[in-house]
């Protein structure tokens, strides 16, 4: 009997149960089947077949219960995903918003043997991401006592413990203000007449409906308790390495430095550059887009630049980009990629390389709590490249350069971030047919980045100052950045 259907139903019985004031009362049939999302005489039949099975206790017209051994495989069914979903957060780097979905799936399909073992990988723990006790291999759930923020006390520093709703758009409404399990906040008021709970949370202030206020469980404590809980639940939101603490709601969107993310599958990007500095403008375009799934992405990049009296499309870059390894605990992304240079630019007015040519790059990224750093390196090659006009007629020269750049970005709130970033670029000039000569250069470019979200699209603008020492000579500029990230297609639970 233990299928995907009959776990279903147990689950959902056995939380329905939690919800009833009295401590033996039925689980109605109409709240179940809309629990289920099936019409009352599909989710009777199912239940008169539990009953059969002692798995519930059945009356009709009047609800459902579970029996002794119905409660226990359902607690075993809440433990495996339970457990999933901090695997999914502390190991595997996931949001905790979009978790849940995943765990659904899996719950259903995981061996016990693999679950004691994540349970053991993970110390142990009580409770899952959203504050959720997890039962125990007995399937016994330990007692919690805790309030809403509609009935715990006034002006007392509370710690939030739960959130009881697991709908995604409610977990990054509660994420966005700062309202997980872990955050401390304090009742100001509570308006009886118009539903509303008026909180505040350091220095931030917040207004809560009723509904969305009841959903939000809490502690009051101490000091000393209130540090101990909140460390405690946010321990499940974490993992054990500083580097995954809460994921960054702005990630690929480094201005100078490349990072090591491939775009998610269904989601591409559009990224538009303006780079101004020293007399010279360029102005670019860039689509990135995965094949299939994150481990395989493909963009490409256009422009035009211009220089005084000047203006051509530049050079255009194809990329191949592979997740070679994605961020974990110890453990950077790392994306190597390569490009094809096409030579569309005029070479012969410095606007291009007149060559087809590669580029190979190695970016790597890690968090550590409110900070991102990026590193990559990397080599361009331009076999019989064109001279600019002034050099020599018709000079060509095959040209090897490399770079290396690193920056730090530093999440001031959750949507605006303030970075900076190094490069340093040893590139040759063709000073004469088959000549060339070594030019190096580094550039230090401090700058700030903020974005929003609309459904399931993102909106990122930036702007740096871009400061370039080259042959004792310095020269500073403005770089301007926008993206807009978007499905191309319904993404599947995975993704944004």
Avoid at 193 to 207: E, K, M, N, Q, S
Avoid at 394 to 400: G, K, S, T, V
Wanted: proline share 7%; charged share 20%.
């Amino acid at each position: 009997m233990a299928s995907q259907t009959v776990e279903n139903y147990l689950k959902t019985i056995y939380l329905a149960q939690q919800g009833l004031r009295e401590p033996h009362a039925l689980v109605p049939m109409g709240q179940l089947s809309a629990a289920l999302g099936v019409v009352p005489g599909t989710a009777t039949a199912m239940v008169k077949a539990l009953a059969e099975s002692g798995l519930v206790r059945y009356e009709p017209y009047s609800g459902v219960r579970l029996t002794p051994a119905g409660e226990k495989l359902a607690a075993l069914v809440l433990r495996r995903h339970r457990l999933i979903e901090l695997f999914l957060v502390r190991v595997m780097g996931m949001n905790w918003t979009d978790v849940h979905a995943e765990a659904e799936q899996l719950e259903h399909v995981v061996s016990d043997r693999l679950i004691a073992r994540i349970d053991e990988m993970l110390g142990h723990p009580d409770v899952d991401p959203h504050g959720d006790p997890i039962p125990g291999a007995d399937g016994t759930v330990a007692a919690r006592e805790d309030a809403t923020l509609l009935t715990c006390p006034a002006r007392t520093p509370v710690v939030v413990t739960r959130v009881l709703d697991q709908d995604a758009a409610f977990l990054r409404f509660v994420d966005h203000h700062d309202l997980k399990p872990g955050s401390t906040l304090e009742i100001e008021a509570r308006d009886e007449a118009a539903d509303a709970v008026h909180i505040r949370a350091g220095d931030r202030r917040l207004t809560l409906g009723a509904r969305a206020a009841a959903k939000l469980l809490v502690r009051a404590a101490g000091l000393l308790l209130l540090v101990l809980g909140a460390a405690a639940v946010a321990w499940a939101q974490t993992s054990p390495a500083p580097a995954s603490r809460r994921p960054f709601a702005i990630l690929d969107n480094s201005f100078l430095v490349e990072e090591a993310f491939n775009q998610e599958p269904g989601v591409f990007q559009n990224i538009f550059t303006f780079v101004r500095q020293g007399g010279a403008w360029e102005l670019a375009f860039t689509q990135e887009w995965p094949m299939g799934s994150v481990r395989d992405q493909f963009s490409y990049t256009v422009g035009l630049t211009g220089l005084p009296g000047a203006v051509s499309f530049g050079d255009t870059l194809l990329t191949y980009r592979r997740q070679l390894l994605t961020e974990g605990p110890g453990r950077p992304a790392l994306a190597p990629r390569v490009s094809l240079i096409l030579p569309t630019g005029r070479a012969r007015q410095g606007l291009g390389r007149g060559a087809v040519g590669a580029q190979v790059n190695l970016p790597m990224s890690k968090q550590a709590g409110d900070v991102y750093w990026h590193a990559n390196a990397g080599l361009t090659w331009l076999p019989g490249a064109d001279a600019a006009v002034g050099v020599a007629p018709r000079a060509e020269a095959d040209l090897l350069g490399a770079h290396a750049a690193a920056s730090l970005i530093w999440r001031a709130r959750p949507m605006l971030h303030l970075l900076v970033e190094v490069l340093a670029e040893r590139d040759e000039a063709i000073v004469g047919p088959g000549r060339t000569e070594p030019v190096g250069s580094v550039t230090l470019s401090p700058g700030m980045r903020g974005g929003w979200n609309v459904a399931a699209r993102q909106i990122v603008v930036g702007v740096a100052l871009p400061t370039t020492l080259s042959r004792g000579a310095a020269s500073a500029g403005v770089f301007l950045y926008g993206s807009y990230e978007l499905p191309f297609r319904a993404a599947g639970p995975s993704s944004p």
